[in-house]
């Protein structure tokens, strides 16, 4: 353990910024997960998209040593102002902030689109990009927006560790025999969603258009490791996890 003193839970009234369940276990979890599937190093660069009430953060403080470095940036304040209040005086090499962007769901009131926004760190900053729940919020253009800003901001040969709920072969001859959870019932093209009403509520991607996306941005899928969400009982986690990683040219 890196971290010198117990770090705080957050009250279970902030399970609207980490999905609820036990916080604790559940950031242990993410933390094997970053481990065993993207190669992460205790004294790497981790960017956190998304990062919530410090769910990520929380695991991360006990396996990052003092010459790591952890952002974490999220558009929904309240999980933030805890994470700076309760974690940041306590890790030194861990920094919190808000922006300002775009979310039908989180952040109507943002003028600046997902699409456009540029992330305030500069090129290469980064081992790591770590992105849990986010792109099953996101539509088309916006996650485009983000690969390339993730892109951008990892060095050569470093990696992202994303959530998805990706549709293929495999995913469809399951949803053909039971309901997806979420259940994704209207199709648009090369995504799906739960709520026509509130797109962004959960988004499902082709999983092809991922990688061609992926592709443009100069990244390419690692692993890709299946979730529960479309009836698979034994998957570790409910959602798809992809790994992708900065081509060195």
């Not at 689109?113 to 540029?118: H, K, N, P």
């Not at 081992?127 to 996650?143: E, G, K, N, R, Y």
């Amino acid at each position: 353990m890196h971290v010198q003193t117990a770090l705080p839970v957050p009250h279970p009234d902030l399970s609207i910024c980490f999905g609820g369940g036990d916080y604790a276990q559940s950031a242990q979890m993410l933390l094997d997960f970053f481990i065993r599937h993207a190669d992460l190093k205790p004294n790497e660069r981790v960017l956190d998209v998304g990062c919530g009430v410090g769910r990520a953060a929380w695991g991360l403080a006990h396996y990052l040593g003092p010459e790591a470095r952890y952002s974490g940036f999220d558009i929904f304040p309240v999980g933030v102002e805890w994470c700076q209040k309760n974690l940041s005086p306590r890790l030194p090499n861990f920094e919190f902030r808000t922006v300002d962007v775009y979310s039908g769901v989180y952040n109507p009131g943002a003028s600046v689109s997902a699409e456009t926004f540029r992330f305030p760190y500069a090129e290469s900053s980064f081992d790591l990009v770590i992105l849990v729940s986010v792109f099953t919020h996101m539509l088309p253009a916006d996650m485009d927006g983000y690969l390339a800003e993730i892109a951008r901001v990892l060095k050569p040969g470093g990696r992202m560790f994303a959530t998805y709920y990706f549709m293929n072969d495999d995913a469809r001859a399951r949803l053909a025999k039971c309901r997806s959870n979420p259940d994704f019932t209207k199709r648009y093209g090369g995504f799906w969603v739960a709520d026509p009403a509130s797109k962004e509520d959960a988004v499902a991607f082709e999983e092809s258009l991922v990688r061609s996306m992926l592709t443009q941005k100069g990244l390419s899928a690692a692993k890709i490791v299946p979730g529960r969400w479309c009836g698979r009982p034994d998957a570790e986690n409910g959602q798809d996890m992809l790994v992708a990683v900065k081509r060195a040219d």
